[in-house]
């Protein structure tokens, strides 16, 4: 199993909304990422965890709040977001978070916008 | 801070055509280049890693090369095919991983 797996696909919501997107990974990786993408541009990192626990914030506001439960999911909960934060939301795992023999795997993403 | 930029940003080429996309990146103190491709509206999927003591891979129709040195690499994509369409992206990892800024391909048939 090769896959991470993001839910939802789509997501529209309101600016008053709270919402969670969630990732899972079953290849036994101990770092997960969240990127965001907006269209035409390359993945912004926002959030890293390694062996659960976060290691890397990208200054990226307290509307959006990660949550790691266990190795293999990832959260992102999102709260009283503005338009702007409409794009794409990548997962993405790697077997560690700072070695040098490292591969990304990604999930499909999730879409969403904010009304 | 390490910046990536990806020539040309979109590109377009008749199918069966060999072609070649560009990276460069300003700090050459990398531990490794990944090539990915992106559908639109995907996720990302990695093509090829090269590791920095690394000078090429090679992946059935694809072949990428390093030249840490001069901060440069290349994806070189043989008898290209409409099912190549799509954006290609390079990234660079040193404590973290630095994207590109995209090569977005057509191929027509």
């Known amino acids: 199993d090769t896959e991470v797996t993001q839910t939802p696909k789509h997501l529209v919501m309101g600016m008053t909304n709270k919402k969670s997107l969630k990732c899972e990974q079953h290849?036994?990786?101990?770092?997960m990422y969240w990127y965001k993408q907006k269209a035409k541009k390359p993945p912004e990192l926002m959030f890293v965890?390694?062996?659960?626990?976060?290691?890397i914030n990208e200054s990226v506001p307290s509307r959006f709040s990660p949550e790691c439960p266990n190795s293999s999911l990832l959260n992102l909960h999102l709260h009283a977001l503005q338009p702007e934060d409409s794009a794409l939301y990548l997962c993405?795992?790697?077997?560690?978070?700072?070695?040098?023999?490292?591969?990304?795997?990604f999930g499909s993403g999730t879409q969403l916008s904010v009304l | 801070k390490q910046e990536v930029t990806q020539i040309p940003a979109a590109l377009s080429v008749p199918e069966g055509e060999n072609l070649v996309l560009n990276c460069s990146f300003t700090?050459?103190?990398?531990?490794?280049l990944q090539w990915f491709r992106q559908d639109p509206g995907k996720g990302l999927t990695s093509l090829l890693l090269?590791?920095?003591?690394?000078r090429e891979q090679t992946s059935g129709r694809l072949n990428a090369s390093l030249d840490k040195s001069s901060g440069r690499s290349t994806l070189y994509i043989a008898a290209s095919q409409p099912g190549d369409s799509a954006t290609y992206l390079c990234?660079?990892?040193?404590?973290?991983?630095?994207f590109g800024t995209g090569t977005s391909l057509t191929v027509i048939p």
């Open positions: 700090d050459s103190a990398i531990y490794n």
């Open positions: 990234a660079v990892f040193h404590a973290k991983f630095y």
């Open positions: 993405a795992s790697s077997r560690e978070a700072d070695r040098m023999y490292e591969k990304l795997f």
């Open positions: 290849m036994g990786h101990r770092a």
């Open positions: 965890y390694s062996y659960e626990k976060l290691s």
């Open positions: 090269i590791q920095s003591s690394q």
